[in-house]
């Protein structure tokens, strides 16, 4: 049996996450590729084509209902639609009632780890990732708000200081401690 069949026969040829039989299809579970039965999830194409789309979030009240699936695939996704949506109350709600074994709640953290790890890093104008204690050159002029000077383009940063915000770094320049934007800068071999 394909792995298509497989899941209709799980699944009882309904969408796994909105109960619709329309234009079904087979999904792997990020970060899955080439999943098997347990890592795929049964979609149609309305739920596939929301995925991702923040809003389409009415259409995804429907899974107060399909969250409470035995299916750790169907779990996880439940979870990350409802964590995605989580500025709606009425997801938060959903979310707070949706208990995952640690194992299936890793899976589902796993991207979004990921995802989150990416965000935060600092990289320079090259993308190459930027260090506390990295030198940078600045690769433009920059006026300097409240310090009454423009940071010449080509200027050596040394020592520089990651902040919070991935696009901003901290840096001296003229003896004045400044704030950077990570895309203006080059780190320095
Ligand atoms: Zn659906």
Redesign the pocket.
């Known amino acids: 049996m394909s792995l298509i069949e497989s899941l209709k026969t799980r699944a009882d040829s309904q969408?796994?996450?909105?109960?619709?039989k329309?234009l079904l299809d087979a999904y792997s579970v990020p970060p899955s590729e080439n999943a098997t039965i347990d890592q795929s999830v049964l979609?149609?194409?309305?739920?596939?084509s929301?995925l991702n789309a923040t809003e389409a979030s009415e259409?995804w009240r429907?899974l107060s209902d399909t969250m409470w699936s035995t299916e750790p695939a169907v779990q996880v996704m439940a979870w990350r639609l409802l964590t995605q949506l989580n500025e709606h109350a009425w997801a938060n709600g959903l979310l707070d009632g949706l208990y995952l074994e640690d194992d299936v709640l890793q899976w589902a953290q796993s991207i979004e780890n990921s995802h989150d790890d990416d965000q935060l890093m600092t990289r320079d104008s090259n993308g190459a990732p930027l260090a506390t204690g990295d030198s940078v050159t600045l690769i433009k002029d920059l006026v300097v708000k409240g310090a009454n000077f423009t940071a010449k383009r080509g200027t050596s940063v040394k020592n520089i200081r990651l902040t919070d915000n991935p696009l901003h770094i901290e840096g001296k320049v003229n003896g004045t401690q400044i704030v950077l934007v990570s895309a203006f800068l080059k780190k320095q071999a």
Do not use: A, V
Not at 15 to 20: G, K, M, R
Not at 43 to 48: I, Q, R, Y
């Open positions: 969408c796994e996450l909105c109960q619709s329309d979609l149609c194409s309305m739920c596939l929301s259409h429907c």
